[in-house]
């Protein structure tokens, strides 16, 4: 166990609906990263928070938006969904100053 | 974007075999982590290095950073079937705060 929780572990919607996939980060830990996995294009970073602001942004869709909340707590929205959008999204933590991530158990995202 | 090359694609070895991978980069790197990932869960960090040539040991995993910073490997000795997994090599950029992740090597291992 990481220590890095998401919620909820499955989700399955449809084209066109708008779902918010939550993170809790690892106790102390400042930086919040999210990625995408999907079978054909592996892993690949979303967006990075620290402290409550954005840090970097990696090859996020504009339909796609993050925030990091004053607890710490992220949490990644996902809007007017595509099939394409199915895949495992998942959150990870680090503390400051240090590269190390920690990833929590992802969500799957299932678009019909 | 940035790319990482990882080798090989996919590894089917006997227990006991002692297994090697490796990945490669058109940029230099500042760091270089490797993750194991069980289907269906989150990846797992392996091992961190922070400099070039640092060779780092986490039980039967070696790990080194390549002196060029283009490249890192990782060993695992003697291997066991809950070694079975796929292995990530994520690199960190010297031009920005994003992590960059190779493609994945898929390892089998045969009792």
């Known amino acids: 166990d990481s220590g890095v929780t998401q919620t909820p572990k499955h989700l399955i919607t449809a084209t066109g609906q708008r779902v918010t996939l939550r993170c809790s980060p690892r106790?102390?830990?400042?930086?919040v990263y999210w990625y995408q996995q999907s079978l054909d294009q592996g892993l690949q970073f979303l967006i990075q928070y620290y402290n409550g602001e954005e840090r970097a942004k990696g090859n996020i869709l504009e339909r796609f938006s993050a925030q990091q909340f004053p607890d710490l707590h992220s949490e990644l929205n996902l809007s007017s969904l595509e099939l394409g959008d199915s895949a495992l999204y998942f959150c990870?933590?680090?503390?400051?100053?240090?590269?190390?991530?920690?990833f929590g158990p992802g969500t799957r995202l299932t678009v019909l | 974007g940035q790319q990482l090359n990882q080798s090989p694609q996919s590894m089917f070895i006997q227990e006991g075999e002692d297994v090697s991978m490796n990945c490669t980069s058109s940029s230099i790197f500042n760091t270089w982590l490797w993750y194991k990932q069980d289907p269906g869960e989150g990846p797992v960090l392996l091992i961190a290095?922070?400099?070039?040539?640092e060779l780092t040991s986490n039980g039967r995993l070696t790990a080194q950073f390549g002196i060029t910073r283009k490249d890192s490997f990782l060993n695992i000795s003697a291997s066991i079937p809950s070694d079975v997994g796929i292995y990530f090599c994520?690199?960190?950029?010297?031009?920005?705060?994003?992590?960059?992740f190779g493609t994945g090597t898929s390892l089998t291992v045969i009792p």
């Open positions: 994520a690199g960190l950029s010297n031009t920005g705060n994003q992590f960059y």
């Open positions: 106790s102390g830990d400042l930086s």
């Open positions: 990870a933590s680090s503390v400051a100053g240090k590269n190390e991530q920690f």
């Open positions: 290095l922070y400099k070039a040539g």
